[in-house]
């Protein structure tokens, strides 16, 4: 029992001090064997109380550590993450334990990296979707290790370091469990076994990283960071004042000037931001300095009383009026404007999961007692991007919490986008962990795609990645101010670009055969 438990607690350390922004990530290759060793315990001695314990345990140190920030923006929030997150990754590694009883363990162990696949395929996807610490996340601070990320995305990531976790693994337990005769020829087997799984890829990869050239015409963005605080400052702002506010730190001629997430925060009704001044503020600009500008805004759409057609999704005020909520990117650019409402939506700040069934039940008690929204903004099917007419810019507006889905962004760019535009405002997070990571998961978008990734952050960093990953220039948190980035436009689509999350697609395939043919046989072990 206390063996385990230090297992547990090895493995929990060895995730969070692998996770960026402050590990590093040959942590991770370890990480998942005390798990395994843990497993083969129970496995061994036929034990069946407290497995589940061990193992959340483990999943609950490494959430704490890595995403407590979470909770600076809100309190229930941050507790939800953390414990549904720990409880759904032991909930898979249980899994793992339940068929491995079942299968001849060579089948066991193929179904582990497929089943943990799977799960964070799944975990992109559905209503409450929380991908932040899926493993192959664990690169962004090193995109020199992870080039062929332009081929596989982060599931490659994620397959390299379960395969190395289970090499490992697989080794030590023959090695435990045999004579001293041949132990020492045994671990030599092992540490070959895994420098060769660790070091072949990497080599790879820094080749890459080395020999690759920037690919695109040139062009420009001028990324503002205004520095308001969200609690305390940024929204007793008029939109008039906002928008001027955010034009004081334009300093430099550029193709595009770029403002950050709800930079224009009091709501606008949609219909009518053509006739708003701050459109005015803008256009004027755009024109004046012959440039264009996207910015964050909050949009708002009011439903008459007695109309027809009003959807399902709808938001309904005390009054019994109907309205829809968008987190939108717009770009003005002379007369030429267009739109994009943010599509992959924070739940509970932005988005309700289940909203018909939970609001009537729980909505006016979580939004009185514990200030959770129960409305949901609105979203559009598919990407955007917006197409500048006076420069060769083509941006794929990402706002904010979109840029950790992979496969997501590259629909931006099957539309023909060039630049990586994020929009964020991250100052909700206080001076944590939290906008560092964010900023370096778009690091792994600019390697999945070869496009540059500008980000203007209302308080957090904004910054400038190049197509090989590496921040090129950026302005720190707290810090008010401007950075220009001179970005190369890559119009060339990557593997990945194409094929998007084929690794997660076959293990998907593979979790489900092996664990229906598991039922098809009988237990191998008790």
Same mark, same amino acid.
Request: glycine letters at 6%.
């Given at each position: ?11 929990? /350390? ?57 909770? @600076?923006?809100?309190?229930?929030? %941050?507790?939800? =993450? ?5 409880? /759904?990754? =032991? ?22 990296? =497929? ?39 982060? $599931?490659? #990531? ?12 697989? &080794? ?9 005769? !041949? ?19 990497? %080599? ?11 690919? &695109? ?10 520095? /308001? ?25 550029? *193709? ?39 910015? %964050? ?11 027809? #057609? ?37 739940? %509970? ?36 991007? $917006? ?37 964020? @405002? *991250? ?16 690091? /792994? ?6 496009? *540059? ?15 090989? #990953?590496? !921040? ?8 008010? #101010? ?7 436009? @890559? ?9 998007? *999350? ?25």
């Amino acid at each position: 029992m206390k063996k385990n438990l230090l297992l547990a607690i090895l493995s929990g /350390l060895l995730f969070s001090i692998g996770w960026p922004t402050y590990g590093f990530p040959v942590f991770l290759f370890f990480a998942f064997v005390p798990l395994l060793f843990i497993e083969e315990n129970f496995l061994k001695n036929r034990q069946k109380k407290g497995f589940f314990f061990y193992i959340y345990l483990t999943f609950f140190i490494w959430n704490v550590a890595k995403t407590w920030w979470v909770y @600076n923006s809100t309190e229930v929030g %941050g507790i939800f =993450a953390v414990v549904v997150n720990s409880l /759904l990754m =032991a909930t898979t590694f249980w899994l793992f334990h339940f068929v491995r009883k079942r299968l001849p363990d060579s089948m066991a162990l193929f179904f582990f990296p =497929a089943m943990w696949i799977a799960f964070e395929k799944f975990h992109l996807n559905w209503a409450f979707s929380w991908p932040w610490l899926n493993i192959g996340n664990v690169f962004s601070d090193y995109p020199s290790w992870i080039q062929w990320y332009e081929y596989t995305g982060v $599931f490659g #990531g994620a397959l390299w370091i379960l395969v190395v976790n289970l090499t490992i693994y697989k &080794g030590l337990s023959i090695y435990f469990n045999s004579d001293n005769v !041949v132990r020492k020829a045994l671990l030599q087997k092992v540490v070959i076994k895994t420098v060769l799984l660790i070091t072949v890829p990497l %080599g790879i990869s820094l080749l890459m990283y080395h020999n690759y050239q920037e690919k &695109g015409k040139e062009g420009s963005a001028l990324l503002l960071q205004p520095n /308001l605080n969200p609690f305390t400052e940024k929204f007793k702002y008029s939109n008039t004042q906002a928008a001027q506010g955010l034009l004081k730190l334009v300093n430099q001629k550029t *193709d595009v000037i770029i403002a950050p997430e709800t930079a224009i925060s009091q709501y606008t009704e949609i219909d009518n931001f053509k006739m708003t001044t701050p459109y005015t503020i803008f256009k004027d600009f755009s024109t004046q300095h012959n440039t264009a500008v996207v910015t %964050g805004v909050d949009f708002i759409h009011w439903y008459d009383k007695n109309a027809k #057609g009003v959807p399902k999704t709808a938001n309904k005020n005390s009054r019994g009026r109907y309205y829809n909520m968008y987190n939108s990117a717009v770009l003005i650019e002379g007369d030429n404007y267009q739109i994009y409402h943010k599509s992959k939506l924070v739940v %509970g700040a932005e988005y309700t999961p289940f909203q018909e069934i939970l609001v009537p039940l729980i909505g006016d008690w979580v939004t009185k007692t514990i200030h959770v929204s129960m409305g949901s903004n609105m979203t559009q099917k598919e990407r955007s991007v $917006f197409k500048l007419q006076n420069a060769p810019l083509k941006i794929a507006p990402i706002i904010c919490y979109e840029s950790i889905y992979g496969e997501y962004v590259t629909d931006y760019v099957k539309k023909e986008a060039n630049l990586l535009a994020v929009i964020t @405002n *991250d100052g909700w997070w206080g001076n944590t962990e939290g906008h560092r990571q964010h900023l370096s998961l778009a690091r /792994l978008r600019a390697v999945e795609t070869r496009r *540059d990734v500008v980000q203007s952050a209302n308080t957090g960093i904004s910054a400038h990645i190049n197509q090989r #990953g590496d !921040v090129v220039t950026q302005l720190g948190y707290e810090k008010r #101010g401007s950075v220009l980035a001179n970005v190369k436009l @890559n119009d060339s689509k990557t593997f990945y670009v194409k094929q998007g *999350d084929y690794i997660a697609r076959v293990a998907i395939f593979m979790a489900i055969l092996l664990f229906l043919y598991s039922f098809a046989r009988k237990k191998v072990r008790l």
